[in-house]
């Protein structure tokens, strides 16, 4: 395994998914108690589902919410929060998750991609709002210009996910790319470790089991990203060795 180490000219880029959360208590989508378990996905996140039942998504959707009050970001967050002090403006973090803990653990640059709890969008008019300030008494909240239907600001699977220029563009100037707690299942955001392959980043991969993508990472570190990261970002940004 290479010994690397960043600099502060390096510019590094990470992708993470619902594993980095785990440990803070967040099911992953695809394990075996995984979020989905009592729900088609299909059901909860398609537009489809959302059009035929959108009782069952606001429910769905209100739990998760309710769920973020009572938790806390972990070490891997922390970890994340050092490498961009050390990176500055050369970190990117760009997060599949929508449960806004990159943000609690103190990371400004963050591109969630594939929305956000925190926010709600109006499914006529496309008004946002923040999600604190709906009515979740409602069953259906509604939105206040138009009374249309309000829907949570994430993206579902035949929805384009935000930013994907933006993303795609850091990940090709990439020098690392690093993904964490992501099963590399779900496109695009999948295909942006083959992108940084491509355009000669070194990969790197953070995950208690290998992604469905692992051919494309060049070194991968096998546990819980709340337990292994603090001391890989010690490691990289050489602060100490371990
Ligand atoms: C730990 C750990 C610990 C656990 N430490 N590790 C056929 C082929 C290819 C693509 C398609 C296809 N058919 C359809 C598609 C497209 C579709 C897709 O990818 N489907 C696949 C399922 C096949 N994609 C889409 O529809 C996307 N849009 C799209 O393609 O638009 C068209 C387009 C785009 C761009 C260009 C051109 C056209 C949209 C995808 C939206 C995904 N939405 C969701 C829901 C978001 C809202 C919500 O959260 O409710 O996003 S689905 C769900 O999956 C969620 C996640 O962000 C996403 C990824 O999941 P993630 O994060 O990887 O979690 P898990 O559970 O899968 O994995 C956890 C990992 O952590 C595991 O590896 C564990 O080992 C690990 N782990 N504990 C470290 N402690
Ligand atoms: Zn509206």
Redesign the pocket.
């Known amino acids: 395994m290479t010994d690397i180490r960043f600099n502060p000219n390096h510019k590094v880029v990470v992708l993470t998914?619902?594993?980095?959360s785990?440990?803070s208590g967040i099911k992953?989508?695809?394990?075996n108690n995984?979020l989905w378990e009592s729900h088609n996905v299909y059901d909860v996140?398609t537009p489809e589902g959302f059009s035929s039942n959108p009782r069952l998504v606001w429910q769905f959707y209100k739990q998760r919410y309710a769920q973020l009050s009572q938790v806390e970001p972990n070490a891997g967050h922390y970890a994340l929060v050092e490498l961009e002090h050390f990176l500055k403006k050369n970190f990117c973090l760009v997060t599949?998750?929508?449960d806004g803990l990159h943000k609690k653990a103190g990371n400004t640059e963050i591109i969630e991609m594939?929305?956000t709890l925190k926010k709600v969008l109006c499914s006529k008019c496309n008004s946002k709002y923040k999600m604190s300030e709906v009515n979740l008494e409602e069953e259906l909240p509604r939105c206040l210009s138009c009374n249309g239907i309000l829907r949570p600001d994430?993206?579902?699977?035949?929805?384009?996910?935000y930013k994907?220029e933006l993303i795609s563009r850091k990940t090709m100037m990439a020098d690392f790319f690093i993904v964490?707690?992501?099963?590399?299942?779900?496109?695009?955001?999948a295909h942006f470790l083959i992108l940084a392959k491509q355009n000669n980043a070194y990969t790197i991969g953070?995950?208690?089991?290998l992604?469905d993508n692992y051919h494309f990472i060049d070194e991968f570190h096998k546990g819980?990203?709340?337990s292994i990261l603090p001391s890989l970002v010690k490691k990289w940004i050489n602060h100490e060795q371990s």
Do not use: C, M
């Not at 998914?17 to 980095?20: Q, S």
């Open positions: 998914g619902a594993g980095i785990a440990e992953t989508f695809r394990d995984g996140a599949q998750n929508i594939h929305g994430v993206v579902w699977f035949g929805e384009v996910p994907l964490i707690g992501t099963s590399g299942v779900v496109y695009p955001a953070v995950n208690k089991d992604p819980l990203s709340g």
